[in-house]
Nanobody, 126 residues
């Protein structure tokens, strides 16, 4: 059974930084493309970033490029999302997801992901 557990969310002021973590148990972590998605109140869940299983290459939504950094450690079965210069519009529940042996062409699609964490709340407010 594959389980994903996110941590690191919280309430921060605009301009602050946060680092989210996602620990994965079960399955073969190195074979998973790891993605981060977010869902704001009243909105659909949207792609934020992903780390491809094979190349390790990062992929980002245009809205977070230059602000967010995704990284992974296959030895620790963990993926992180470093978020800088946070703004109120980034307030959302952030979810970690795993997709087995995915293609780089489809990793932005939430429907492609097989496993999801429970989410961690990020609130940016003064």
């Amino acid at each position: 059974q594959v389980q994903l557990v996110e941590s690191g969310g919280g309430l921060v002021q605009p301009g602050a930084s946060l680092r989210l973590s996602c620990a994965v148990s079960g399955g073969t972590f190195r074979a998973y493309t790891m993605g981060w998605f977010r869902q704001a109140p009243g909105k659909e869940r949207e792609f934020v970033a992903a780390s491809h299983w094979n190349s390790g290459a990062p992929f980002y939504a245009e809205s977070v490029k230059g602000r967010f950094t995704i990284s992974r450690d296959n030895a620790k079965n963990t993926v992180w999302l470093e978020m800088n210069s946070l703004q109120p519009e980034y307030t959302a529940v952030y979810y970690c997801a795993a997709d087995s042996l995915s293609s780089a062409a489809t990793l932005r699609r939430k429907s492609e992901y097989d496993y999801w964490g429970q989410g961690t709340q990020v609130t940016v407010s003064s």
